[in-house]
Structure formats: structure tokens, C-alpha cells
């Protein structure tokens, strides 16, 4: 069982920074691959990056070269540096997890999530 809690939602002007971080539970951490999606009004929630056991990073084309996935294993700890925020950057944003199967990662499949940080970017 993984509970995860995120935090660093806030709102900002467009142009601006934020770093969201989520603090993970349980002893097995490093094992799961992890993820953040979002969500904004009106639309499917989207998963925004990735990173694998290994460190692997992917992102979504909206938000590349603008956006950074980390872990700290050691802490338990996803974070997401988000940069040039813009206001279609506005979501509600989740982290998720799921174990790795045979080493990979399957991300359409994520078996826990936090309850979600809101972003809000204003123009």
C-alpha cells in the first residue's frame, strides 16, 4: 500500500515558477514507477511526465522543455519544477504510482494516487 500527498499548488502569474512535491509511504518506494497527471475543467486528465525505476524521464508535448520530473528515493519524494507556467497550465495536479512489473513501467495502469494540488496560472 503506497499514500501519497502532494503539495506546492499555488497561483501565479504566466510567465512564472512552481515545484510541486509529493511525499510517498511505505518501504518500497524505489520500486514503483511514478507520474504526474492533471486535470483542468472540462477536460480528461492527462499525464503531464513520468520517471522509471532508473530515473527515465517522459513528458507530454505541452509541456516539454518546461517541466521537470524528479525522485528522491531516499526521501520518498516525487517532484515536478514547473517553469514558463502559462495559464492552459491550469489543473488540479495529481501524483501516482505503480509498481513496476518486470522491471517496466505501465503508466495507463497507476494503482494509487494523492488527492491532488491546484495550479492556477493567471494571464
Known amino acids: 500500500q503506497v499514500q501519497l500527498v502532494e503539495s506546492g499548488g499555488d497561483s501565479v502569474q504566466a510567465g512564472g515558477s512552481l515545484r510541486l512535491s509529493c511525499a510517498a509511504s511505505?518501504?518500497?518506494?524505489?520500486?514503483?514507477?511514478m507520474a504526474w497527471f492533471r486535470q483542468a475543467p472540462g477536460k480528461e486528465r492527462e499525464r503531464v511526465a513520468s520517471?522509471?525505476?532508473?530515473?527515465?524521464?517522459t513528458y507530454a508535448d505541452s509541456v516539454k522543455g518546461r517541466f521537470t520530473i524528479s525522485r528522491d528515493n531516499a526521501k520518498n519524494s516525487l517532484y515536478l519544477q514547473m517553469n514558463s507556467l502559462k495559464p492552459e497550465d491550469t489543473a488540479m495536479y495529481y501524483c501516482a504510482a505503480v509498481a513496476a512489473y518486470l522491471g517496466r513501467c505501465y503508466y495507463y495502469a497507476m494503482t494509487y494516487w494523492g488527492k491532488g494540488t491546484l495550479v492556477t496560472i493567471s494571464s
Open positions: 520517471i522509471d525505476l532508473g530515473g527515465i524521464t
Open positions: 511505505g518501504h518500497t518506494y524505489s520500486t514503483y514507477c
